[in-house]
């Protein structure tokens, strides 16, 4: 069960809402997990984002995704892996990722690797984010004050 509720409402809304799941009802002991709301990026942020850099592309005379893949290392939410360097599926764990870059580990014997997450994952601050790095990359060189009205009513989502 999802449950997206107030800090206020959680109790009200739980009972109200736990009777519609027998099974959950049944269980000995149940896990709950609470988390902060953070909303989603919206499809109009994406479509923005993709339009701009298709400019970009056009631009520096290379593809929309080498772009994507340059603005998600500059601007983009990242986490780290590390994982034993004798691993023997390494290949496999990196196909797993589209876009991530191997790196000198501190550790002995471990590979860190530094994964970019792609922005379908983001939620509207980090999109904006990204979206904001990508403008600034734009500044001076690449026109995109036709993008100006979305881009004032999309970066406040």
């Known amino acids: 069960m999802i449950l997206k509720t107030t800090p206020q409402n959680i109790y009200k809304d739980i009972g109200i809402n736990l009777p519609k799941y027998p099974k959950l009802l049944e269980s000995e002991k149940l896990k709950v997990e609470i988390k902060t709301y953070k909303p989603k990026r919206s499809l109009n942020q994406n479509a923005l984002m993709w339009a701009i850099m298709e400019d970009m592309a056009k631009y520096y005379k290379t593809t929309a995704e080498e772009i994507y ?14 994982i034993p360097k004798n691993t023997k599926n390494l290949d496999k764990i990196l196909e797993t990722f589209s876009h991530y870059e191997i790196q000198e580990s501190t550790l002995e014997n ?3 690797i530094k994964v970019y997450l792609g922005s ?10 990204l979206i904001d790095g990508i403008i600034s ?8 004050e036709y993008y100006s009205k979305e881009l004032k009513s999309l970066l406040e989502e």
């Open 137 to 144: 990359e734009c500044e001076g060189k690449i026109d995109i």
């Open 120 to 129: 379908s994952t983001y939620d509207t601050k980090e999109m904006k984010r």
């Open 110 to 112: 471990v590979t860190r």
């Open 69 to 82: 893949k340059l603005m998600l290392q500059r601007y983009g939410v990242h986490d780290y892996l590390g």
